[in-house]
């Protein structure tokens, strides 16, 4: 069976979600270098780069990075923007990486974290972000933030692109979000194309725990870009910052 992954991160996509602003990539990417404490040159992993806004901003900041995502479309774009070639794109599952590690951080954004149903199989993504790093290398997950989401979730939305009506109908059942996507096209008349999405919810005591599972070390948890602290109430998101422990 077909897992909602393999085909949501398609052409439809990169229509539903074109609103992604590059520049905020960049001021993110400002953050994550001071947070992460890394170096001019430093080698660093960005798991599940998609489309590589970070990738290439990580690029721009003087870093050597390789960008990893199961999307051949998704890594098509980002190849198309990178033409100078400066970041290594590779398809593969995040949960078995065909590198050989040793990266000084490894980089896991905008909630790219609990798509599967079983938290055995996110084990296995974090067991695989410890494989990449050397030992005292640092790592970001930035996961949404449970109790914020479940408050302000928007059952429906619906706007038109490029001739497209896209609706949206988000809910939280049995311990996720999910995402049903309709997108008409509004000149032809044919029957909508239907994508779902699902990401696992985790609190922040979960996903530490997790963490700890993996042997991965929690430094800090931040709220947002712009917030140092984690506020469980009033934060978006949850953005762990830690390192794989020097054996």
């Known amino acids: 069976m077909t897992e909602w992954y393999e085909k949501s991160f398609g052409e439809d996509y990169l229509l539903v979600y074109k609103h992604r602003d590059v520049q905020g990539a960049y001021q993110e990417v400002h953050k ?12 660093v992993l960005d798991l599940c ?10 690029a721009d900041a003087g870093l050597r990075v390789t960008g990893v995502d199961l999307s ?9 923007m ?3 070639h400066r970041v290594s794109w590779c398809h593969a599952d995040m949960r078995e990486l065909p590198l050989k590690g040793g990266f000084d951080a490894v980089v896991n954004l905008f909630t790219s974290f609990g798509y599967f149903l079983e938290d055995g199989e996110q084990l296995k993504v974090l067991r695989a972000i410890h494989r990449m790093l050397r030992p005292g290398g640092s790592y970001i997950i930035d996961f949404m933030n449970t109790a914020y989401v479940t408050r302000h979730l928007m059952p429906h939305s619906v706007r038109e692109d490029e001739g497209q009506r896209i609706e949206e ?7 996720f979000v999910q995402k049903e996507i309709r997108i008409t096209d509004t000149t032809s008349g044919h029957e909508p194309r239907v994508y779902q999405e699902r990401v696992k919810l985790y609190t922040r005591d979960q996903l530490s725990e997790l963490l700890s599972k993996a042997e991965l070390h929690v430094d800090q948890v931040h709220g947002g870009y712009d917030e140092e602290k984690y506020d469980e ?15």
């Open 233 to 247: 109430q009033t934060s978006p998101r949850m953005i762990f910052v830690g390192r794989r422990p020097v054996e």
């Open 32 to 43: 994550m270098i001071n947070w992460l404490k890394l170096e001019p040159n430093a080698e």
């Open 82 to 84: 990178d033409t100078e």
């Open 169 to 175: 109908y988000r809910k939280i059942e049995e311990g």
């Open 72 to 80: 051949d479309v998704l890594l098509r774009e980002a190849r198309l």
């Open 49 to 58: 780069c998609g489309m590589g806004r970070h990738s290439m901003a990580l």
